[in-house]
């Protein structure tokens, strides 16, 4: 996906050219100009074809009919109005994730706001702080409905672009299909929920499998990724490349190369990369997800076009991006809490060749499956969740994340981004922030920030099958 405005417009273009796709428009309101704050998103059931030409067709829900949802496009500091219509059958929200916008536009049903009925739409407002890399997903039965297709891709403009030659975005997503082409039923099923959630078999990129994406020789491309998967984890290598990474959820770091060469995703999570395409013309070079021993695959290739090289040393500019207004943590004044991740099959038990399962049995019965410090809230979110935190507003704090479990999780954390300070008692180095901190089977990562966004604030796995399954609490800022 060329993230230029202009294209944009193209793809509307195509939509409208598009057979029975009319009433998909992506449009900014009428009388505005493409590229304004405004947008009309319609969350509609659609057909689309995910695995290829000479494939069958799939029935998804989509935002405006595509796969992935329109591309919103935003400014920093300006403020935002995105119209949501809801031509489901049943009740939905939109979650902008990763943005630090005021809670009544966080899109959490009975938490921040009336779930959308059928017929329904909402109207959020809001003024982005932080440039990046963000997207928007329900929040509302969100296993079934991100599963089917509900997910977008947002961008919040620098106010100085940074100088590259294009600026790309791949909107990965996984999907589980059928032999027919349909989406597998069986949401939500208990044992899947309490080991690694519903991976599926299905790789899309930006709505298809993708056999190659044209490069040229020379050229240096800014790639955001977003990991819009239900519970895949990702871990991208790039043949014959150096990719670097300049921003992880939006948020800007020291521009570095990735751990062992893999670029590391968790579910719900955005790693933007500057690559200098240095192979050779009229070649390809494959980019792989190595994350799960054995199940290598090909996400795509770099396919470079015939052409000599656009220039023959790397762009001379700067690979940093502009930092984003975060508040910077008092680490004189700081309080300390700690979150326990607890559950799921295996637990506690000797790890991974342990006998127990005994929590995950408990899921079988009905109960949750997972905990944060002794609690489980299952479900989507609903009113009257009780905090396991309160923060004074403007508070710094510190939390030790610990996973006690056998499982990987991508930890959310609703309305703030948070410095990573540490791994295994390692220091994380490159300043980085995030909203998805992603947690290996035992691991201790301690994470700091500002609690300045007053409100209930929800934090969970972004394994959907997990949090729908316990793993999921509030934090409240008062
Ligand atoms: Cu991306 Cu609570 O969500
Ligand atoms: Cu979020
Ligand atoms: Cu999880």
Known sequence: MNTESNSLVSRREL??????LLLTTALPLPGHAAGSNEYRIVAVPARARLAGAGRPETDVWAYDGTIPGSL???????????????????????HWHGIRLPNAMDGVPGLTQPPIKPGGSFVYEFTPPDAGTFWYHPHANSLEQLGRGLA?????????????????LWFLADWRLTSEGGIASGFGNRMEAAMSGRVG???????????????RAGERIRLRLVNGSLARIMALRFEGHRPLIVAIDGQPCDPHVPERHHILLGPAMRVDVMIDMQGEPGRRYGVIDDFYDGLSYL??????????????????????LPRNPLPEPDLAAIERHDLTLQGGMMSGMGGMQGGGMMHGMMGMVGSPTWAINGM??????????????????????????RNETAWWHPMHFHGHSLAV???????????????TVLMAPKD???????ADNPGDWMLHCHVMDHQMAGLMTVLRVA
Request: charged share 25%; aromatic share 4%; proline share 8%.
């Open 201 to 215: 078999n299905t790789v899309t990129l930006n709505g298809q499998v993708s056999e190659d994406e044209p490069v």
């Open 152 to 168: 977008g891709p947002v961008i919040v403009e620098e106010r100085q672009p940074v100088i590259v030659d294009r600026d790309l």
């Open 72 to 94: 919103v496009r935003l400014r920093q500091g300006e403020p935002a109005r995105l119209v949501v219509e809801n031509r489901l059958d049943q009740a939905t929200t939109v």
């Open 421 to 435: 300070l540490s791994r295994n008692g390692k220091p994380v180095p490159h300043r980085q922030w995030q909203d």
């Open 15 to 20: 939509l409208r050219t598009g057979a029975g």
């Open 299 to 320: 996400v795509t290739q770099l396919a470079y076009d015939g052409s000599p090289p656009v220039r023959e040393h790397p762009l001379d500019a700067s690979l940093d």
């Open 444 to 450: 201790v990562v301690e994470v700091a920030f500002v």
């Open 376 to 401: 489980s809230m299952s479900g989507d979110g609903h009113a009257g969740m009780e905090p396991a935190l309160t923060f004074q507003r403007g508070r710094s704090v510190i939390l030790t994340l």
